[in-house]
């Protein structure tokens, strides 16, 4: 069964303090993973789909990296308004996304 | 160009009622597909909508039903409604084989 996984669940840090966040997962044929960001109450925003092992793709601080079994965000010198909840899904051959629970990640000024 | 947008944005319902969200996907696409997300949980695939047929179903009861305009608009029902139905509901639409972009969501509260 499609399965994703994040770590940590809550990561506080500092304004400027780099960190990852993990999505680790289990599926058969991954067509691709995607990274959303979300606010509370509202819709998951898009940020990257990676498609294949060895991919990366960047974006103003964050950058996401594949591999064939996890993802990880890396947040570069975060700012407050960084604060959210970010999403990892995959999309696999049985064709349905599935999303894993989310980190929430608080950047302190 | 508008994104996809959800009505209504806030709901209470009670025990038992019916309800019909509504979803307008954005320009140029034609799958819209729903999910339903719990506090502090990621987002739960409920169903997708293609030519106007349901293309794919989740884990959900018969309780919750779809359907897709020839305007690729989109409705989801939810009939004799559980505490349990709480949530925030999600609409997203794509093109096949292309990422999925999503709506604010409605917040349903079911008393």
């Known amino acids: 069964e499609d399965q994703v996984t994040q770590s940590p669940e809550a990561l506080r840090l500092q304004e400027g303090e780099s960190s990852s966040l993990n999505c680790s997962y289990t599926?058969?044929?991954?067509?691709?993973l995607f990274w959303y960001r979300q606010d509370p109450g509202k819709g998951p925003e898009f940020l990257f789909t990676?498609?294949?092992a060895g991919e990366e793709k960047e974006k103003e601080r964050l950058k996401a990296t594949l591999t064939k079994k996890e993802s990880f965000l890396h947040i570069t010198a975060p700012k407050p308004e960084d604060s959210a909840t970010y999403l990892c899904?995959?999309?696999?051959?049985?064709?349905?996304?599935?999303f894993g629970s989310g980190t929430r990640l608080s950047i302190r000024p | 160009d508008a994104g996809v947008t959800q009505s209504p944005t806030h709901l209470i319902k009670t025990r038992g009622q019916q309800v019909t969200l509504r979803c307008s996907p954005k320009?140029?696409?034609?799958?819209v597909s729903w999910y339903q997300q719990a506090l502090g949980q990621g987002p739960q695939f409920i169903f997708q909508?293609?030519?106007?047929?349901?293309?794919q179903r989740g884990n959900f009861p018969d309780r919750f039903s779809g359907h897709q305009f020839p305007n690729y608009s989109s409705e989801l029902n939810v009939n004799a409604l559980l505490l349990g139905d709480s949530a925030l509901y999600l609409c997203?639409?794509?093109?096949?084989?292309?990422?999925?972009?999503f709506g604010p969501g409605t917040r349903l509260l079911v008393l």
């Open positions: 909508y293609y030519e106007e047929e349901e293309r």
């Open positions: 990676l498609y294949s």
């Open positions: 899904a995959v999309w696999g051959s049985a064709s349905k996304i599935i």
């Open positions: 599926v058969s044929g991954l067509r691709g």
């Open positions: 320009s140029g696409h034609d799958t």
């Open positions: 997203a639409s794509l093109v096949l084989g292309e990422t999925q972009y």
